[in-house]
């Protein structure tokens, strides 16, 4: 038996949109948030571009001096359940699919998103 964990590292994206006070035009936003899961890695072949995921989990963050000294941090979303709502089309699948391939180590593996 391999005791070996792998991790399922993913970024969700976050579309949400508002009108500034006074103006008529919609303003798009996007957050990206990087996440992590370590429960099942066969999890990755449904964590495609375009499907709709509702996560739940923990945030962690990182905090560390970058190459020129200073101090930045990152946040992490540590999913501990995934329930997926609607899964991808299959030409969204398709690009996910190849951009994998790329990406894929032994003990990672990288959805882009």
């Not at 101090?71 to 089309?89: M, R």
Request: proline share 2%; charged share 25%; with cysteine.
């Amino acid at each position: 038996m391999n005791s070996e964990k792998q991790v399922v590292n993913f970024s969700i994206a976050i579309n949400d949109n508002y009108k500034p006070k006074g103006s008529t035009e919609v303003k798009e936003v996007v957050t990206y948030i990087d996440c992590s899961y370590w429960l099942n890695a066969k999890t990755a072949q449904w964590l495609k571009k375009g499907t709709l995921v509702q996560l739940f989990g923990r945030i962690g963050m990182s905090v560390y001096n970058n190459s020129e000294g200073l101090a930045v941090g990152s946040l992490t979303f540590h999913t501990s359940n995934i329930k997926i709502l609607v899964f991808a089309k299959k030409t969204e699948t398709a690009k996910a699919n190849s951009a994998v391939k790329e990406k894929k180590t032994k003990k990672s593996q990288d959805v882009p998103f």
